[in-house]
């Protein structure tokens, strides 16, 4: 055991002189299981059959048993750990806080700053032959006392130092922001438990627990957390795109394909499999090592070998565009903290998600669309931000830049025009020294201009918002949707568990012809029957659905697994009979076929073979569908009769839809026989599920959370629609929508199911049309019996549409594995935390920790808390900004020195931007934001309300400040501190400025606290004691700044009455605010809003990025790319036009009068619309669909992409040509021309699907871009 202390986790270059001891210990080694893994299928099986001789063979050498597991005593445990690694696949490093630092330093107005201080000091430290300083002119600030020439080094230094504090406190918000995400990545993980048997006992153990050697028990839903090879299977399909790139599924089974790999999702089935390999050992943790995730291991092969392993991964991620791979690779530094929160998800140490980001690049498209960024587009407010900052910062820019160059053309005029001086060479340092003079001062106006504040205040907004939802149930997974459920329109959500209790209870039951109202007395159903059923519902479940006795004596039995099953088997212990003994008798080893549950079949089988050697079946499934397949009833004496359809329509009406209207689940359980020679043919399901024998109709009852009906009318209130999408009956769907409060009677809606649903949202060809969604969705409420696609189409509808003003933005709940898709499409996924699966709770965005609809209000509140909390913050900065802009500007050009200087801008960027951003940021959420309507993507972030906030006080303090300037000496009776000499000590005059100026904006923070123009702006300040401990924190230093900051801060100590007056105009901040809330804001009607959202909801994301060059390029790409295609469109249009005219054999007038009016643009968007709608259809598939977001998501990609297909264009259009003249028929409908492209570009998706798989700059990209 020469390497068992080495180290904890177990990476594989494992030396090999401990690896043959281990083999020894053991009958396989590492290296055997790992190479055993590789292989699939048929060679699998060999190879175990070869090595092993079969699965029990092999699990001795594991030294495990396939049906008791692990003994589980702990030195074992720890034993296998050491020698075939432990279940965890080690972070990537985080980032330490000295490259943070040096991040943050790039910044590139603190870089100018820094450049500007350095060059301060030098030239302060260069003395000038003194007896000439006269004749350099007297702007160069007449005499100078010996003290002050010594000081002129402290400006510069001061600039330094407060440049390093901005720097620090960015880095250290970056460092608690990373350390944040990684706590709440482990908090994930820690959540994370998976079944295994030890001892014979089935029991829950935290992912990373599992060890080689345990026998896992997997089932529908589960996400793989080790490799394996099955041990006994039921049905069990595997999605392994995530691993192969093929998203068809692969059936597994013990005799065919045994091979189950960690980070491949379960999507039908059960079964148990024996752990071969965990952690870095595993398929997956092998692809992370090579993507550079196992960053020790990289560490300790030398810089040689690292850069062959990235090599060979990028080899392995061909297919993924360079640019992902690198940002894969790399944590970059990103200041959207949606793309870091996704990237934190792949990188975090993975225990459960091994595969979230590193694919083999070949992944499906749900893996590529995560590597980029896998929300739609960017997060409504980061869109909006974005915009402002950019605006803002080039404000600053020509303000800083006129700053500038007023100042140095006044000191050049004045000093060689008016008072005509020579330039002499020993002057040149003191003028070099005016020069970087002005050059700070510019550069501060542009400090204090650009709000970096911003990123900032929404990183702590989101930060610390998330860390409060916790409290709230709420664990969210991608940062922005926090932010994007404030703008919530609708929430389409399941009803079992989230809505209801999800604790199912059997309450009627229509069994021997009887219609028992409550469960009925074991006497009262004959013993044949009863039998039966006990024996149907015991063995024909999962058996890991149990009922466990209460943890406390009074509580309720607890229900473990599937509910609707655990109702069933609550039934069977309300006959007074035990289930499992029943399956003691049975075990699940002995099962002789299982067809299990899924959405298709809406019902589950089981077939034993009896003592005779016959085999029987016993079925459950949704009533109406299994009453379908059955035949025969059991009667009062417990014998088959015949059971017509006339009765079974006559049970449906007397039995089921009572027990519907009342809010139950019916359930059908019923049975067939089959001989045993000749053995039916198992897996041809159409002749095996018919003619059941029908042994009775349970109604169960799953009763509505009790908090619901309030939660959905507070989201009601809120401008929220609630709908509920269930796979249950339509009238048990409204029953419970009633009790809830989603539909009320009396008002207009509609309640379809899935089939109704479907036969109106398509045309004659079974296409979806999205006018047909827009005509129902505005009043679906409830969409009963609907399949997984339904949900995602109903999702997809809503969130395309453009009924209406404005763009819907959905939130979706769902809990099973087929919800991944309408979890990921909605704008928000919610997943549920209990009884979520991990296909589920990896597409969401928030997990629900307590499964509560009432967490979703939360999550709602939190939402717009952060939209509010940033507008606060914007109404602060953006005064300060226009104020100190204004005074640094005009007090220059009017007194060639800024009143504020740069230290003390620096202070006041510091209050501004990083105080104030926490202070405002981290407000409480108040019960008053349910009671407005969602802003919606167009509403601009600064309403008019704001502005005129902003603007008034604005007015007061540039006011008070230039009063100050130009008359404060008088006022005070002191020196004036205006045209100071170059090195002059600080004045009173200019220390009383300053802060004053502090003072208003602190005070002003207070009325920047409100922003829907409330007068109590002290309402409820002592909740956030974040907030008061800034203000008078800030207060405290700014005491300490002005009395004994001195010459670095340029300050002087003022007396106490001095401080009083700054006080006073302080606080008339606060009066002033009052006045101006009283102003009615639409009697203004000049005030503009600004930062509004994107104006086209279609502008895919890219076009908001950060980077104000990348916006451009795309913009010239994407109207040449639009040009482009409205003439080649233009073009198949009239050719379409001319063929069918010739059809038709009307006249050509009329399609050369269309050629004229094509251009009309209406008639182009007409035409995209059609062609959009069209083009839709035919990229439904999801590897298009894929391959068309992963390419949007990185711009470098788009931007030759429109020109050099312009020949595919042609092309098209001669095929269309010959399609058309083959078969089409002149349109019948009046939009002559929708039809006719319709029909032509469906004859030709097949082409162009094969130009978008093909090459991702293909005109469908383009398109797809420009739409």
Not at 616 to 637: D, F, H, P, Q, W
Not at 761 to 780: A, H, T, V
Not at 1049 to 1077: K, R
Request: aromatic share 6%.
């Amino acid at each position: 055991m020469g390497d068992m202390t080495n180290s904890a986790v177990d990476f594989y270059p494992k030396n090999q002189r401990g690896e043959s001891n281990h083999a020894g210990e053991f009958g396989c080694s590492l290296d055997e299981l790992r190479s055993l893994m590789e292989l699939r299928g048929a060679e699998g099986v060999q190879k175990m059959q070869d090595t092993y001789g079969d699965v029990n063979g092999f699990c001795r050498r594991l030294k495990t048993s396939p049906t008791e597991g692990l003994a589980g005593n702990p030195a074992d445990l720890e034993n296998r750990k050491q020698i075939f690694g432990r279940n965890f696949i080690p972070p990537k490093k985080p980032k330490t806080f000295l490259q943070l630092v040096w991040e943050a330093l790039q910044d590139v107005t603190l870089i100018i700053l820094e450049l500007a201080a350095i060059i301060s000091l030098g030239l302060s430290f260069y003395q000038p032959p003194g007896e000439r300083s006269e004749m350099c002119g007297s702007a160069a600030g007449g005499v100078e006392g010996e003290g002050e020439a010594e000081a002129g080094w402290i400006e510069g230094a001061a600039i330094l130092l407060s440049v390093f504090c901005v720097v620090f406190v960015t880095a250290f918000n970056d460092w608690s922001k990373e350390k944040q995400f990684r706590g709440l990545q482990s908090r994930i993980e820690q959540e994370q438990k998976f079944s295994v048997v030890r001892g014979g006992q089935v029991i829950q153990i935290p992912v990373s627990e599992i060890v080689t050697g345990d026998i896992a028990q997997i089932k529908y839903g589960d996400l793989l957390p080790a490799d394996g090879v099955l041990i006994q299977g039921n049905d069990l399909k595997i999605d392994e795109s995530s691993l192969t790139g093929e998203s068809d599924h692969v059936r597994k089974s013990a005799d065919k394909d045994p091979m189950l790999l960690s980070g491949t999702h379960v999507m039908e089935g059960s079964g148990k499999m024996v752990v071969t390999a965990v952690g870095v050992n595993s398929q997956t943790g092998i692809i992370f090592t090579l993507l550079g995730a196992g960053g020790e291991e990289e560490e300790k092969k030398d810089k040689k070998e690292r850069i062959n392993s990235q090599s060979s991964s990028q080899m392995s991620t061909v297919k993924t565009p360079p640019h992902n791979l690198i940002r894969k690779m790399q944590d970059g530094n990103m200041e959207n903290s949606q793309n870091k929160a996704k990237k934190q998800d792949g990188a975090a140490a993975m225990e459960m998600q091994p595969l979230k980001s590193a694919e083999g690049g070949d992944g499906d498209d749900k893996e590529k669309k995560k590597a980029g960024s896998s929300k739609k587009e960017k997060s409504v407010l980061q869109g909006k931000l974005t915009k402002l900052a950019v605006q803002i910062g080039k404000a600053g820019l020509v303000m800083s830049a006129i700053t500038v160059i007023i100042l140095v053309l006044y000191f050049a005029i004045d000093t060689f025009v008016i008072q005509k001086l020579q330039w002499l060479p020993e002057c040149t340092p003191v003028y070099i020294q005016f020069f970087v003079k002005f050059f700070i001062i510019g550069v501060t106006v542009l400090v204090v201009a650009v709000p970096e504040g911003l990123p900032l205040a929404v990183t702590i907004s989101l930060a610390y918002s998330v860390k409060k939802m916790m409290k709230d149930n709420n664990l969210v997974r991608h940062l922005d949707a926090c932010e994007t459920m404030g703008n919530a329109t609708a929430i389409c959500s399941d009803k079992t568990g989230t809505l209801t209790t999800n604790r199912m209870t059997v309450v009627q039951a229509y069994v021997g012809e009887v219609h028992h109202k409550e469960v009925p007395d074991p006497d009262a159903i004959p013993s044949k029957t009863l039998d039966m059923l006990v024996n149907a519902i015991s063995l024909n479940s999962a058996y890991t659905s149990k009922i466990l006795p209460p943890e406390k004596d009074i509580g309720l039995p607890r229900q473990v697994g599937n509910k609707t099953e655990c109702g069933l088997l609550g039934l069977v212990l309300d006959l007074k009979r035990d289930y499992q003994t029943v399956r003691d008798q049975t075990p699940e080893e002995k099962l002789y076929k299982v067809y299990t549950f899924n959405s298709e079949r809406k019902s589950m089988s089981t077939v034993i073979k009896m003592q005779d050697g016959s085999f029987r079946m016993y079925s459950k499934g949704a009533s109406e569908i299994v009453l379908k397949k059955c035949s025969n009833i059991l009667n009062t004496a417990g014998e088959p009769r015949g059971f017509r359809p006339r009765d079974r329509d006559e049970m449906v009406k007397k039995v089921i839809e009572p027990m519907a209207c009342n809010g139950l689940r019916t359930i059908c359980i019923a049975f067939r026989d089959f001989p045993g020679s000749p053995e039916p043919d198992w897996d041809n399901e159409n002749i095996i599920l018919i003619d059941l024998t029908c042994i009775a109709v349970v109604g169960i009852e799953d009763p509505v959370r009790p908090e619901v009906p309030d939660a959905i009318k507070k989201c009601q209130q809120a401008g929220i629609t609630v709908r509920m999408v269930t796979g249950d009956n339509i009238n048990t769907a409204r029953a419970i929508a009633i009790k809830c409060g989603i539909i009320s009677p009396g008002e207009d809606f509609i309640c379809l199911e899935g089939k109704d649903f479907n036969r109106r949202i398509r045309n004659e060809k079974g296409e979806i049309e999205q006018e047909r969604i827009d005509k129902i969705w505005p009043k679906l409420r409830v969409l009963a019996r609907s399949s997984p696609t339904d949900k995602h189409t109903l999702v997809k509808g809503i969130i395309d549409s453009l009924h209406g003003e404005r763009r819907q933005v959905v939130a979706v709940t769902g809990d099973g594995t087929n919800d991944g898709p309408a979890l990921k499409k909605a704008d928000v996924g919610f997943a549920m935390g209990i009884a979520g699966t991990d296909v589920a709770k990896e597409a969401s965005d928030i997990i629900l920790t307590d499964d509560n609809f009432s967490s979703i209000v939360k999550a709602v509140m939190w939402g717009r808390n952060v939209y509010d909390s940033i507008s606060k913050f914007l109404q602060f900065q953006l005064t300060v900004n226009i104020v100190a802009v204004i005074v640094a500007f005009t007090g220059a050009c009017i007194t060639q020195d800024s009143p504020l200087k740069a230290v003390q801008m620096l202070w006041v960027n510091l209050i501004m931007d990083t105080f104030a951003s926490l202070a405002l940021a981290t407000e409480p959420p108040t019960e008053s934001l349910l009671m407005r309507k969602p802003y919606g993507r167009n509403k601009p972030l600064i309403s008019r309300t704001m502005m005129k906030n902003i603007l008034g006080h604005g007015i007061y303090q540039l006011t008070v400040i230039f009063t100050l300037l130009f008359a404060g000496e008088t006022i005070f009776n002191i020196d004036s501190g205006r045209n100071a000499p170059l090195h002059a000590p600080p004045s009173e005059h200019y220390t009383i400025i300053f802060n004053t100026f502090v003072l208003m904006q602190l005070f002003n923070e207070i009325n920047a606290r409100k922003i829907h123009g409330e007068k109590n702006v002290f309402d409820g300040i002592f909740r956030n004691p974040i907030f008061c401990s800034i203000v008078f924190g800030t207060f405290a230093i700014q005491i300490v700044i002005i009395q004994f900051g001195g010459k670095p801060f340029s300050c002087i100590p003022l007396q106490i009455d001095q401080w009083l007056w700054c006080m006073v105009l302080g606080v008339g901040e606060l009066l002033w605010g009052q006045i101006i809330s009283s102003i009615p804001t639409n009697r203004l009607k000049f005030l503009k809003e600004a930062g509004h959202g994107t104006q086209k909801d279609d502008i895919p994301e890219e076009e908001l990025n950060e980077d104000a060059e990348e916006i451009d390029h795309a913009e010239r790409e994407l109207r040449r790319g639009q040009i482009l295609w409205f003439r080649g469109l233009n073009r198949i249009q009239t050719q379409i036009e001319v063929v069918n005219t010739f059809k038709s054999g009307t006249s050509f007038q009329g399609a050369l009068r269309r050629q004229s009016s094509v251009t009309s643009q209406n008639q182009d968007i007409r035409v995209v619309k059609a062609f959009r709608s069209s083009l839709y259809e035919g990229l439904e598939k999801p590897e298009s669909k894929s391959s068309i977001h992963n390419f949007m998501t990185h711009p470098e990609f788009r931007i030759d992409d429109s020109q050099p297909h312009i020949p595919l264009i042609d092309d098209t259009d001669i095929e269309e040509d010959a399609a058309l003249k083959q078969n089409s028929s002149p349109p019948s409908s009046p939009n002559k021309n929708n039809n006719a492209i319709d029909s032509g570009i469906n004859l030709t998706t097949d082409t162009s699907k094969s130009a978008t798989s093909s090459s991702p700059g293909s005109p469908l990209h383009s398109l797809e871009t420009s739409l």
